[in-house]
């Protein structure tokens, strides 16, 4: 058995969980003429003073650059939110987030690794809907490195549903390629700048989706993660999730006597409990953070294949999780931007052996996004249907 074979056989033989990749206003002035509003309140002044002809001149030009008009953003949920109903939100990320596995079975440590740890998101998002597009771009200077680690790929699809008190999230993810980060485990000596034990057949697949249950509804989840929104006043809320994922990892070269394939098929389900809480620093810029743990359980499938036969094997683990995050950004009328730091963990011990499983992640994430006035027609089509707004 080749070297490629024993590292793989290990990964899948021992690796079955692998990834983790209005409250409405009735009176329609309320947020620019009610002077209790400390977002839009002004004071009366003198249209002959010094003082309103400097306001005047400065509403001018904000209103001329880049601002919305006042009377377009909508404040609701007591002044914690400001709606953005009217505009199109798009946002850019990068994020040095992708899939990875490691194993640790004693003397048999893997880490298993793409070769492109930045990934682009580009995201459009309108009032609670969302769809995005990801890629792996070959033009950064982490991800060209093709001959020391191997070609990576990746490609992927997202739309999600965000209203008050429920949020919903579907993904599909692929990535192809991968090397063995600990390749000098295996050859000692390989030294660094020498090219890593490649596995460029090597393909992930992921469907997945996250439904969960905002209490707080002062507490603005498109705020932080669409830009439909904008959170005025602090305030936190308890978010249970559920999350759950079809993924299969497959070795596709050619199989032989000395070197079978694997693939395996996993399906898991995760109950998560967490909190999350976003300070208002001020008009425009604010701080989160939050924290979540669960435990649910993944059903694996793994099939070997050589060229004389092939073997099925089925598992079912019981798996631990947790997650930390926080975040610091800028939301103004027109512009958003901000920056994500996250930690996530998975974890499990193999049935009927000492082999432990683990998914971890440790990503930052960078985004901007701008609003757009969004198109007559969509906004009349939304505002015809009642439970959409």
């Known amino acids: 058995m080749t070297l ?6 290990a990964l899948f033989a021992s690796f079955s969980s ?11 002035h309320f947020e620019s003429k009610n002077p209790d509003n400390t977002r839009f309140g002004k004071a009366i002044l003198s249209s002959n003073t010094p003082e309103f002809k400097f306001q005047a001149y400065s509403e001018k030009i904000i209103h001329e650059n880049d601002t919305v008009p006042t009377s377009e953003g909508i404040v609701v949920e007591d002044g914690f939110i400001e709606k953005m109903d009217n505009y199109l939100a798009f946002r850019l990320s990068m994020v040095n987030e992708n899939e990875r596995f490691s194993l640790d079975a004693g003397p048999t440590v893997l880490k298993i690794y793409p070769n492109g740890s930045s990934v682009f998101r580009l995201n459009l998002n309108y009032r609670f809907l969302s769809v995005g597009f990801n890629f792996i771009p070959q033009f950064l200077s982490n991800n060209d490195d093709d001959f020391i680690k191997g070609k990576t790929t990746g490609i992927g699809f997202s739309t999600a549903l965000n209203f008050s008190h ?3 999230e579907f993904r599909y993810t692929r990535t192809t390629g991968y090397y063995l980060e600990n390749t000098s485990d ?12 490649q596995f460029p057949e090597l393909h992930y697949r992921s469907f997945q989706g996250i439904t969960g249950y905002n209490f707080n509804q002062h507490f603005s989840t498109k705020a932080l993660f669409f830009g439909t929104e904008r959170q005025l ?13 079809y993924y299969i990892i497959d070795n596709r070269v050619e199989p032989t006597n000395a070197s079978p394939t694997q693939k395996s098929k996993n399906f898991e389900i995760l109950a998560n409990a967490g909190y999350y809480y976003t300070y208002v620093i001020n008009e425009s810029f604010y701080a989160s953070a939050g924290a979540s743990t669960g435990y649910g359980l993944v059903s694996s499938k793994i099939i070997t294949s050589s060229p004389d036969e092939r073997i099925e094997t089925k598992q079912n683990n019981g798996v631990f999780k947790w997650d930390a995050r926080g975040a610091i950004g800028y939301n103004a009328e027109r512009i958003f931007s901000g920056m994500l730091l996250t930690a996530e963990n998975r974890r499990f011990r193999q049935q009927n052996t000492n082999a432990i499983n683990t998914n971890w992640r440790v990503y930052l994430q960078f985004h901007v996004g701008y609003r757009i006035t969004a198109p007559k027609k969509l906004k009349e089509n939304l505002d015809a249907v009642p439970f959409l707004n």
């Open 4 to 9: 490629k074979s024993f590292v793989l056989t």
């Open 18 to 28: 692998a990834v983790y990749s209005q409250i409405d206003l009735q009176d329609s």
């Open 166 to 168: 429920w949020v919903q």
């Open 186 to 197: 295996y050859q000692p000596d390989w030294n660094e700048g020498d090219p890593y034990i």
């Open 233 to 245: 006043k602090s305030a936190g809320t308890f978010l249970p999730t559920l999350q759950y994922r």
